[in-house]
């Protein structure tokens, strides 16, 4: 969220003083996101490559298509950012940037989280009705093997049906008489880019056991969501599993796939020919 002074600024003002700089901080958080989580995935390929969970790979043009409309996304989300930033000069949203203790930081970032991840899953839903799906939500389906680049990859539709979340939070936190701080909103929108990447990332990173621990268990993995890619009728949440089992959604064999791509063991290397 760019910082702004209290002088009211004109429509023409925000979008000349703030557009650029909320533009280059959404695009920074996506490439940083996505570009961390390719290098890991390249890096440690030699290890990862037995948690592949599809056998299909992406193609060069179902990159171009994420990052070029993840490009899109961000430009949506600018000019939600702007709205809100007008909003709060019009006193219909308040944040605060600089003044804040850190249990009520840590309370609003948790909130924001559990809310959003609630936001999700109905939107989701909802654009998964057959009315809705090809015209907002059938071009995020076209990965149907994702990549981390998919993390941002909407339809315009479907890119101010997300954003719309942070506007409509803080506009029912202000109604309640809370005022919203920044840096809350900062950590949220970080770990909304990474959960997003990892869950596209199409290779099982968490490890083995996690689904059957009750500590853990309540938290999506990639699995979760990557067979809601190759499924598409299943596994609508975001960050954590409560919505899918309490609106009987969970994919039936979810936690069978990943025992299944977490157990897998490398074949021994073939032992060496002993010389004759
Ligand atoms: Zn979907
Ligand atoms: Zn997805």
Redesign the pocket.
């Known amino acids: 969220m760019a910082q702004m002074n209290d002088a009211p600024q004109s429509v023409v003002e925000l979008v000349t003083d703030h557009f650029l700089n909320v533009f280059y901080f959404d695009l920074g958080r996506y490439l940083i996101a996505a570009g961390v989580m390719t290098l890991v995935l390249w890096l440690f390929s030699r290890w990862l490559e037995l948690r592949r969970i599809q056998q299909r790979r992406a193609k060069p043009d179902d990159y171009r298509r994420e990052v070029l409309s993840s490009l899109r996304t961000v430009f949506v989300f600018g000019v939600t950012t702007l709205s809100t930033l007008a909003m709060r000069q019009a006193g219909l949203v308040s944040f605060s940037i600089d003044t804040f203790t850190w249990t009520a930081l840590a309370l609003q970032t948790v909130a924001i989280i559990v809310a959003h991840d609630a936001y999700f899953y109905w939107m989701h839903r909802a654009i998964h009705h057959k009315r809705l799906f090809r015209t907002w939500h059938l071009h995020?389906?076209k990965?149907r093997t994702?990549t981390p680049w998919?993390?941002y990859?909407f339809s315009s539709w479907e890119a101010v049906a997300e954003a719309a979340f942070v506007p409509l939070y803080l506009l029912v936190a202000t109604t309640l008489g809370v005022e919203y701080i920044g840096f809350a909103m900062f950590l949220f929108l970080w770990h909304m880019i990474i959960r997003n990447v990892i869950?596209?990332c199409g290779t099982e990173i968490y490890p083995r056991g996690w689904v059957d621990n009750p500590l853990t268990g309540w938290w999506n993995t990639v699995t979760h969501?990557d067979l809601?890619?190759s499924a598409g009728t299943c596994n609508f949440g975001l960050y954590f599993t409560w919505w899918d089992r309490w609106m009987d959604t969970e994919h039936p064999r979810y936690r069978e796939t990943f025992r299944e791509v977490t157990g897998r063991r490398r074949e021994p290397e073939a032992a060496a020919v002993p010389a004759e």
Do not use: E, K
């Open positions: 995020h389906h990965s994702p998919a993390a990859s869950g596209h969501h809601h890619h």
